[in-house]
């Protein structure tokens, strides 16, 4: 039967164990503080760490925590067909706000 | 409650055969087929109050009624009209009915993936719709800001749209669960070799309103929840005096409710591509088109939304790229009917009702989608705004669109849903009245919209007397229609003959199996080996 | 699970449990076969629905920040840093012991896995309770909707305030759900509804955790590091 590519990563053959989320935890509470370091550095320097280590933390917690590495691309899709669809939403609002 | 295929024929899924009877058995029943009967059943009540409504809106248009209806009044009624069609008539429309029933058996399942939640979704749409009904009478009284809830007017009015809102909130709840539902079953329980493009096209069709249901809808939910909490906490986002921008509100509100029109009309154009071929007794032209063509229209329809501001201020990049990007959405819009229209071409076409209204809704959602071509247009946009140009040509689309789809859809399916057929000469009597009583309505009003007629006026001056009456009479004719065609179906669900498996020599799965289906669908599940409008010359049995 | 292969995705038995059968979970479809794939495949279509949810506010907010830049910078420095910095780890302590909890499900430590659950809930409580006082806080000095010292302030600020607390509030009401929800999982680990061949809830209720910490990952810094 035909079914397509997103059953082909059978899930949660082999589990991950306790060491791996803990220290994905750590490298969480890492980029915490990194992002609280970097907005005492100025408004420029915190705008950017927003945008890049905010993405990259939510990126550890859907990765590992969500068990997206784990998961088929079915549902990797699905995450990032919405992040893309809001990202879109995002700017053509911003072609009307930032251009008025 | 693990596999017991007997030999034995299953009871059809109108017997109760559970503990349970009458009306309770339908209302705690999670068979995919009651559900659907339940939301046709409620829809078609509310359609016809909506229906009645909007019968009151024109008779005011006759000044020998004025007097009957105060404009507060009026306003109230243009706003319930508006809720109760689009929140409860045409946005859960063909996926609540025609999905729920007929989904699992054109991909071969027993169910929907989540049968309970489905149910759920039907309690969910009832309790929104009690809402709404009651936002009528409690509070400061029915609602009057019409179904947009336009800030910071909604913010401001002592009408009770706190409660209404709220209602419109429960709704969208229902159709983002129906469309979890969906698209888990489209994935998880096709039948063995159903692949990708061996699946209906009203699948197909499913399928993308059910991402739009997901990727829109909870926009809306938010940006009502905003409204509430401003309406009793006073946040301040849309409200001009606290910093807060209207033009905001307008942003999200129709980030949600333009989608929300593929939401209606994609499920209506997949119901065509069933109809077509079957009355054409050949393969659809341009499958992987039409396939690919939803798809298209539910993305890009989701990035146009701001063609309904192009009046209110925005940037002109914001209008030039909306205005793109909606001439852009015709042209998949345009492929579906080029498709259509092939497949009837040297197709041996057997003319039954079915085709019959599904030709009318092509003619119709041609008026539709052309009209509304010309308003993504800058130009012409402004001068249209905001008129009865604009409430002739969402008629079209949404009316004479969805609405005969609608019509075509239930014609085609109910001796499958009821196992009875109807009496084709009263269906094709009530075509006329529609149909004619439908374009004197509405193609009056977009004549009325370009000589300036503004929407929403209680009142309107005497150059437009002659088309409010010739529009008004059309109304009466529609409604006359409408009765006939209801009338008849009612008439056929208690008198009507039993109607044979395959009455129309379809070839997708649904008329593979007894009418009406039984409790399971099928006696086994169906093993697919072809595509789904494979017509044999003797297959027509 | 997936002792049913994957490939097998028709459940034999779907069809009878119509008659409204009270049968064992909410998401799972009848006795015979399940479909945990499937079952995780509507969580997530439902996770995408919140994440669309929460994206349509933080539209609102950058909308509303890139008019009001200035005043959204003062209105963050009013904020208290250090309740937020803290109530992210507490954040994103309680995921850890969520995803911990699975693990130990899946290695039958039941002890455990409710041990690393009971831990979830003290941390979404105390979440809550550090929230109400920051709440508490900014009322007792007149910041919060309609309150006439916040009338006063530039209209930009107003708005900072009205978004502060509808998105803090919003996300709060998830942390309380999300505390029902592990609660019952909690449940259901102890009566072993939940166990090493089943914990299909567990896995869909801890992505609703995992999503509501995200969420949170990203407040922080839009609210409180603005400054």
Sequence with gaps: ?100 | MSSTHASTAQPSYLVDTGARQGLMAWLTSTDHKRVGLLYLYSMVSFFFVGAIIGLVMRLVQLTTFEKLITAQTYNALFTLHGVIMIFLFVIPGLPAVFGNFFLPILIGAKDVAFPRLNLASWYFYMAGAILAVLALFTGGGAPDTGWTFYAPFSLKTGTNVSLAVFAAFILGFSSMLTGINFITTIHRMRAPGMSWFRMPLMVWAIYSTAWIQLLATPIVAITLVLVILERFFGIGIFDPAKGGDPLLYQHLFWIYSHPAVYIMILPAMGAISEIIPTFAKRTIFGYKAIAFSSMSIAGVGSLVWAHHMFTSGMSNLAQLVFSLLTMIVAVPSAIKVFNWVSTLYKGSIDFQPPLFFALSFIFLFCIGGLTGVMQGALAINVHIHDTYFIVGHFHYVMFGGTGFAFFAALLYWFPKMFGKMYSKKAIYASWYPMFIGFNMLYFGMLILGMMGMPRRYYVHLPQYHTLHVVATVGSWLLVLGLLMFFGALLYAIFKGEKAEDNPWGGVTLEWTIPSPPPLENFEEIPIVTRGPYHFEPQAKS | MSAAPETKVIPSSLGPDSEGSTGASSVTQGSGHRDDFGSRLGMWLFLVTEMVLFGGLFIAYSYMRYRYPAEFHHGGGELNATLGIINTLVLLTSSLTVVLAIVAVQRAEKKRAMAFLGGTLVLGVTFLVIKGFEWAAKFHHGLYPNSAHLATLPPGEQVFFGLYFTMTGLHGVHVIVGLAVLGVMLWWVATDRIRQDRYIHLENGGLYWHLVDVIWIFLLPLFYLAA
């Design chain 1, 1 to 100: 039967m035909s079914e397509h590519a997103e059953h082909a990563v059978d899930h949660t053959q082999e589990h991950p164990g306790y060491g791996l989320f803990i220290k994905v935890w750590i490298a969480l509470l890492i980029l915490t503080g990194c992002l609280v370091g970097v907005s005492h550095l100025g408004q420029t320097a915190a705008v950017w760490g927003l945008l890049t280590l905010t993405p990259l933390k939510a990126g550890l917690v859907f990765y590992y925590f969500m068990h997206l590495k784990y998961e088929g691309p079915l549902f990797k899709i699905v995450v990032l067909v919405t992040l893309g669809t809001l990202l879109i939403f995002f700017a053509l609002l911003f072609s009307d706000v930032a251009f008025r």
